[in-house]
């Protein structure tokens, strides 16, 4: 058989056996997968507080629905940023992912493309992502693009500290903050309490996340949540999904919530009281499905809000403001 032969027969690396790998077209497959468009968990996490942030604007400035263009700015946005980060993250991780098993196939580790094509691919998303901010009131735009700084240094947080979930979770939890900003041009301390409560929730699902690659990063010296609370991770879940929902609960009153808000957060506290009840730890593949999960439990929330704003302000149990 040709060379050729073989390398059309030959598997793909960091093949997940989806769309991407189904119908794009081979020149294409590993600049998708290096944004993880095969793998839109990722977007879905980055979105979901965008858009709470819209729906408690929405219910706070009494307005008939959340913002539509807003929505679509913020799934644009989250698909192309998410995609940005990530290929900034392996391009800073990719000796690391080398050495892990479930990342050693990802396109730049696997040689399918080199670090300086990455480069120049995750310049080209920030590009579309920052016409997508300017689309945003000044305010709006001042605010998203101060959230670069700590997406550029997430990837390294994992070398130095013993919680680079928290690094993350400033960065996933920043359209907490978005959504807002760009209904009023300003903040004040409801979309903070949001985005304090999201860290709690971005902490919480990525130290499950983290469980998947825990003995991995015990060999190679990575360091993560997983590690640090070991065999007391269900004990800090209890502790961040309370805060969540505490933290959002509050938030949510004080713009106006009303029940369907509070049918939407106890929807959600239930999902995440699922995933501490049935986590196993040393369960990959369970990890990850739960991990994934947090989209369903997500939108829970986000349905609450959107209902209540239908609703309008008759139904609020806390006058906004």
Not at 30 to 45: E, F, H, K, M
Not at 59 to 87: C, E, H, Q, Y
Not at 164 to 170: C, N, T
Not at 230 to 241: D, P, Q, S
Request: aromatic share 10%; glycine share 8%.
């Amino acid at each position: 058989m040709s060379d050729a032969g073989r390398s059309v027969a030959a598997p793909v690396a960091d093949s997940t056996g989806n769309w991407v790998d189904r119908s794009a077209p081979a020149w294409a497959q590993p600049y998708l997968r290096l944004a993880r468009i095969d793998r839109p968990i990722g977007w879905w996490l980055l979105l979901l507080p965008c858009w709470w942030s819209a729906a408690i604007a929405a219910l706070a400035n009494r307005a008939p629905w959340p913002d539509p263009k807003l929505i679509v700015l913020f799934l644009i946005g989250a698909i192309v940023m998410r995609g940005a980060g990530s290929t900034w993250n392996d391009i800073l991780d990719r000796r690391i992912d080398a050495q892990v098993e479930r990342t050693k196939s990802r396109p730049i580790p696997s040689g399918q493309v080199s670090a300086k094509a990455a480069f120049l691919f995750a310049i080209a998303l920030s590009l579309i992502g920052l016409l997508v901010l300017l689309q945003l009131n000044r305010f709006a735009i001042v605010t998203g693009a101060a959230s670069l700084l700590i997406v550029a240094v997430y990837p390294l947080a994992k070398r130095v500290t013993s919680m680079p979930q928290f690094v993350l979770g400033l960065a996933f939890s920043w359209g907490a903050l978005m959504g807002w900003a760009a209904v009023f041009g300003s903040l004040d301390w409801r979309p903070l309490m949001l985005y304090a409560g999201t860290i709690c929730w971005v902490i919480g699902y990525d130290t499950i996340y983290a469980h998947q690659d825990r003995r991995d990063d015990a060999i190679i010296g990575v360091k993560s949540s997983a590690r640090l609370f070991g065999e007391r991770t269900r004990l800090a879940l209890v502790i961040l999904y309370s805060g969540t929902i505490v933290l959002a609960g509050i938030a949510t009153l004080y713009s106006g919530g009303g029940i369907f808000s509070l049918i939407g957060l106890a929807a959600f506290a239930a999902h995440l009281a699922w995933q501490v009840i049935t986590l196993d730890a040393n369960n990959p593949a369970y990890c990850l499905k739960l991990f994934r999960a947090n989209r369903d439990a997500g939108l829970l929330f986000f349905a609450g809000l959107t209902l209540d704003v239908i609703a309008g302000a008759p139904a609020a149990l806390i006058a906004p403001g």
